[in-house]
């Protein structure tokens, strides 16, 4: 087990800032993690999250899970107010725009991040909200 197996939440971003994703860029079972910074939806304050990712062309692609729980994540609550976010990529740090996929990108999208975690499909079998799959696109 790796240093980057059993980071979580502030540890986790922590040392992905420090060494620009060489410690926490590859995560469990070899998934590969960005870090999310939304503006808080009451507060305004920026929050950091590490999220599972996969790339589709030039954008980056999230799942809004929370392990099946019956509410979205806050970090999902803050883009949905508001949207213009930063990301890092390993030692890439930019501004994008977040946008929830529907239909037959939704569609697409989701098997293309159940290939890099497949819990996904779990995590919908234990909820009866629709995980939204969230799109990055740089700014």
Known sequence: MT?????????HVQRYRETDGE????????????LLTTKGRKTGNATTTPLIYEQDGDNYV???????????????RNLAKNPEVEAQVRGDV???????????????????????????DAYQQETAREIPVVV???A
């Open 3 to 11: 240093e980057a197996d059993t980071l979580f939440g502030h540890k």
């Open 23 to 34: 410690v926490g860029h590859i995560w469990k079972r070899g998934s590969k993690i960005l």
């Open 62 to 76: 999230i799942v809004a899970s929370k392990g099946g729980a019956p509410q979205d994540p806050g970090w999902y």
């Open 94 to 120: 930019f501004h994008a725009h977040a946008r929830t996929a529907e239909g037959d990108e939704r569609d697409r999208l989701w098997k293309l991040v159940n290939e890099q975690w497949p819990d996904y």
């Open 136 to 138: 990055l696109e740089r």
